[in-house]
């Protein structure tokens, strides 16, 4: 097997991950215009959350946190891995058939579990059918999931990361497409949906086929592989659930403020960009790289794996948490105050994003910090800890309800965040020198937060300048571009020149195989 290229695969997941961003909120700003914060948008918001949130047992959080490690380390020993491949999907399959008609039945409750301040109102009905149109996507995208951590496993990230962009273009053709014919846009968009994961599942089949992996769909077997295998994601599946509740809890702290589902639906979509950019693309790389460098007993390329990865995200990470708190409201006005969407809307969109800004870096060490422990298939400390925030974040957000109102659901995420942070950094120091920071990371780390700071006070100085330009229809477009690159600019100037990064970095770093 051909080792992964840490740094070159990062940036290839990245890339489009980023693109893929782009096109989800290329799509959110249509939806903004068409919706505004209304009650439709706020129904389908909700409805299309319930597959997304229960993707994150079956999907990409638990099972595939237990399945990449054991399938990676399969592919490294020549084991036969694409068995066990062919018995997870099988297994996997059968379980979400079920479920998803479970679901389906069971959409009432699960609407009023995610928004009880929607009964009683139009916006609960439209939920509880947009929700049985759009919930059998869970199906589509579990196995998309599963496929992607194949061909992830195997170094073919490309087409694993192509997945989400396909979404997000549908999304948006559909919106077009529903304008220009008079369709009902929510329904429209709720149809959408199991559309969208037939397409991916397709895409990402013939991916894997061309790969040389055949997964041909049969009735599950218990092999002793995947009793193993469930034992593992048992925990995972447990501390996903923890996850949820704090969604849960968020939804419903905001459902009881007008709009507010909307509002921390939109902020969440922009401090997902960086998130998912570079969190996602992270993890992704790390897991199985990992993974194949302990059953390999690399512990050196395990240890530079870890340290490099955690230095690129911070390096990326740390300037975009400071750029969403400062001009938080410059970028909700200019990419979203249009249409149905106004002035209020862009006010309290904007707080909620410096909030979850504040919060962007502890959500990716996040993705750092928990391949370290999935590597080595230990998913019960995670789960431990995931309660600890899980508790926190039921007594903010509760707690603070009373005070901020739907703010406390985005502070709590954040306080969340970052202690969850704490407990898995306090945990790594009873394992092995593979995660350990070492003395290159030490050192840079205080040089990249001076180098946000620095740019920081540039942004706040060209927000004050440009004020005027940026609260003109006209030119508020190119107001926010020179901003935005004016912020660049100043941090890649202030990173260089402080030592903060260095070119050669990166060149050595897309050379070489680690």
Known sequence: MQPIRLIRSILTVGGWTLLSRGAGFARDVMMAAYLGAGPVAEAFLV??????????????????????????????????????????????????????????LAMPWLVWAMASGFAGDARFDLAVLFGRISFVYILFISLVALLSGVLNAFGRFTEASFVPVLMNLMFIAAMLLADHLQWDMGLTLAWTVPVTGIAQLAFTWVSAHRAGFRFTPGWPKLTPELKRLAVIAAPAVLAGGVVQVNLLVGRQVASFT????????????????????????????????????????????????????????????????????????????????RGAFGADDTAATALALAIYGAGLPAFVLHKVFQPLYYAREDTRSPFRFAVWSMVVNVAVAVGLLPVIGFAAAALATTVAGWT???????????????????????????????????????????????????????????????????GMATYAAAAFAIGAARLSDLSAALRRKA
């Open 47 to 104: 409805a299309f959350s319930l597959p997304n949130m229960f993707r994150r047992f079956f999907a990409e959080g638990a099972f595939n946190m237990a399945f990449v490690p054991m399938f990676a380390k399969k592919l490294e020993a020549g084991e036969d891995a694409q068995g066990f491949a062919r018995d997870a999907f099988n297994g996997l399959a059968a379980v979400l058939i079920v479920f998803s008609v479970i679901g389906t």
């Open 258 to 337: 007008e709009g507010a589902v909307a509002w921390l639906s939109y902020a969440d979509r922009l401090y997902q960009l960086p998130l998912g950019v570079v969190a996602i693309a992270v993890g992704t790389v790390l897991l199985p790289d990992l993974s194949r460098r302990l059953r390999a007993g690399d512990a050196e390329g395990g240890r530079a794996s870890f340290n490099r990865g955690t230095e690129f995200a911070l390096f990326l990470t740390i300037p975009a948490a400071v750029a969403l708190v400062v001009i938080a409201l410059p970028l909700c006005s200019v990419l979203y105050e």
């Open 420 to 486: 969850m942070v704490f407990q898995l950094w306090h945990g790594t120091r009873r394992m092995g020198p593979e995660a350990r920071f070492d003395d290159r990371f030490r050192k840079r780390l205080p040089r990249i937060l001076i180098a946000s700071l620095i740019m920081g006070a540039a942004l706040w100085g060209g927000m004050v300048l440009l004020g005027p330009a940026l609260g003109l229809p006209t030119w508020r477009y190119a107001a926010l571009a020179a901003l935005i690159a004016l």
